[in-house]
């Protein structure tokens, strides 16, 4: 995997995540996820990734297996090896040859919000 | 008002003339101050404490980045500015991240004073500036921040980092960002046998780790033992005088 800058949190290959994932910037994931995946910032699923929760972001790349409704502010990328159990709610949408959708598409232009990490004020 | 502490080891012989050099520069740079000299049985947190009340400002750490630890752990939450004039040839990775030459071309970093507010981590209560490291272990658990856990489900070692530069798989951790960096290597099969490793990063302000066993862990170099770490980060607890070469 590539270096990465800034806080870009990356779940590899071997973990698992469990509870209610928020973070503020980007988000790769190559393990697995049960529960909820929010991201202010990119998100990309690598093509091993098991996601079994709800999962809002800006923009994301998808080439693992979503099982939950996926939410995207601005562009969504189903890669060949994409598996979505779920309904997709985007902007832009592009899908390559091979992925497989299960679920309703929605792109009406609604607004997804993304909920922030909690900030501590500082004193 | 400047107070030197000088480590054991430079009072060496081979180390005079560089001490020759470094005295005479501070002086002309009008920063000179008083010298302690750690010997064995000399408590350098008493030292320091003394003379921090005694009205010492900034508190100069000459040695190495052992020198420069001891130097932090004496001077904690009183608020004095810590410096280093980094000698020798080992153990200088922290001035190096810090920016500051070795000798006496660090004497002109110190006069110019471009001081940092780094934070500092906390392990069971130990504070670090570095990093915590705890050796392969088969099961292990973080809980992040009350509100999701990571379960590596092979083997996995573990590394939480406040201060670090990138090496080959992880980032250049940042000692200003209010958040401390645990990273998990959990071991995948490569070619020919050789071990891989496929790399977590989760940047956070809390964590609560359990691991399966009770094993020998090093937070900045020194040892300890446990099977559960509780790292929280202490966000600009340390005034540091910085280099313009600092790698953060």
């Known amino acids: 995997m590539a270096k990465n800058q800034g806080s870009e949190t990356i779940i590899a290959h071997g973990v698992r995540v469990e509870g209610d994932f928020v973070s503020d910037g980007d988000v790769v994931i190559e393990g697995e996820v049960a529960g909820n995946v929010q991201a202010a910032g990119d998100l990309r699923i690598g093509d091993q990734a098991k996601i079994h929760a709800d999962v809002i972001a800006r923009n994301a790349v998808v080439s693992g297996e979503i099982r939950g409704n996926l939410q995207v502010s601005e562009k969504l990328e189903l890669l060949a090896s994409s598996r979505m159990i779920g309904d997709i709610v985007a902007s832009i949408l592009s899908v390559a040859s091979g992925a497989q959708i299960n679920g309703k598409i929605t792109m009406d232009g609604r607004e997804i919000k993304v909920k922030k990490e909690e900030k501590e004020s500082e004193d | ?20 050099l470094i005295e005479t520069r501070v002086t002309d740079l009008g920063i000179a101050g008083k010298i302690a000299r750690l010997a064995l049985f000399r408590d350098p947190k008493e030292l320091i404490r003394d003379e921090i009340r005694k009205g010492a400002k900034t508190i100069v750490a000459v040695g190495n980045d052992v020198t420069l630890r001891r130097v932090i752990d004496a001077v904690g939450d009183t608020g004095a500015v810590i410096g280093t004039i980094p000698l020798g040839k080992d153990n200088l990775m922290l001035s190096d991240i810090l920016g500051i030459p070795v000798g006496v071309e660090a004497c002109d970093i110190l006069s110019a004073r471009i001081i940092e507010q780094l934070d500092t981590g906390e392990v069971n209560g130990r504070r670090f500036l570095h990093t915590v490291s705890a050796p392969q272990v088969s099961q292990l658990e973080v809980q992040v921040e009350r509100t999701y856990k990571l379960k590596a489900y092979k083997k996995c070692s573990l590394e939480v980092r406040n201060l670090a530069i990138a090496d080959e798989d992880v980032r250049a951790a940042n000692p200003v960002d209010g958040k401390l960096e645990c990273v998990l290597r959990t071991l995948a099969k490569g070619l020919f046998r050789k071990n891989k490793y496929n790399v977590s990063i989760v940047p956070a302000k809390e964590f609560h780790v359990t691991l399966s066993e009770i094993v020998k862990c090093q937070a900045d170099g020194e040892e300890f033992e446990s099977n559960e770490l509780r790292f929280k980060i202490i966000p600009k607890a340390l005034k540091v005088i910085t280099g313009k070469g600092r790698k953060f």
């Not at chain 2, 080891?9 to 180390?15: A, E, G, K, L, V």
């Open chain 2, 1 to 20: 008002m400047y107070y030197y502490v000088y480590d054991e080891f430079i009072q060496d012989p081979r180390f005079e003339r560089d001490l020759a």
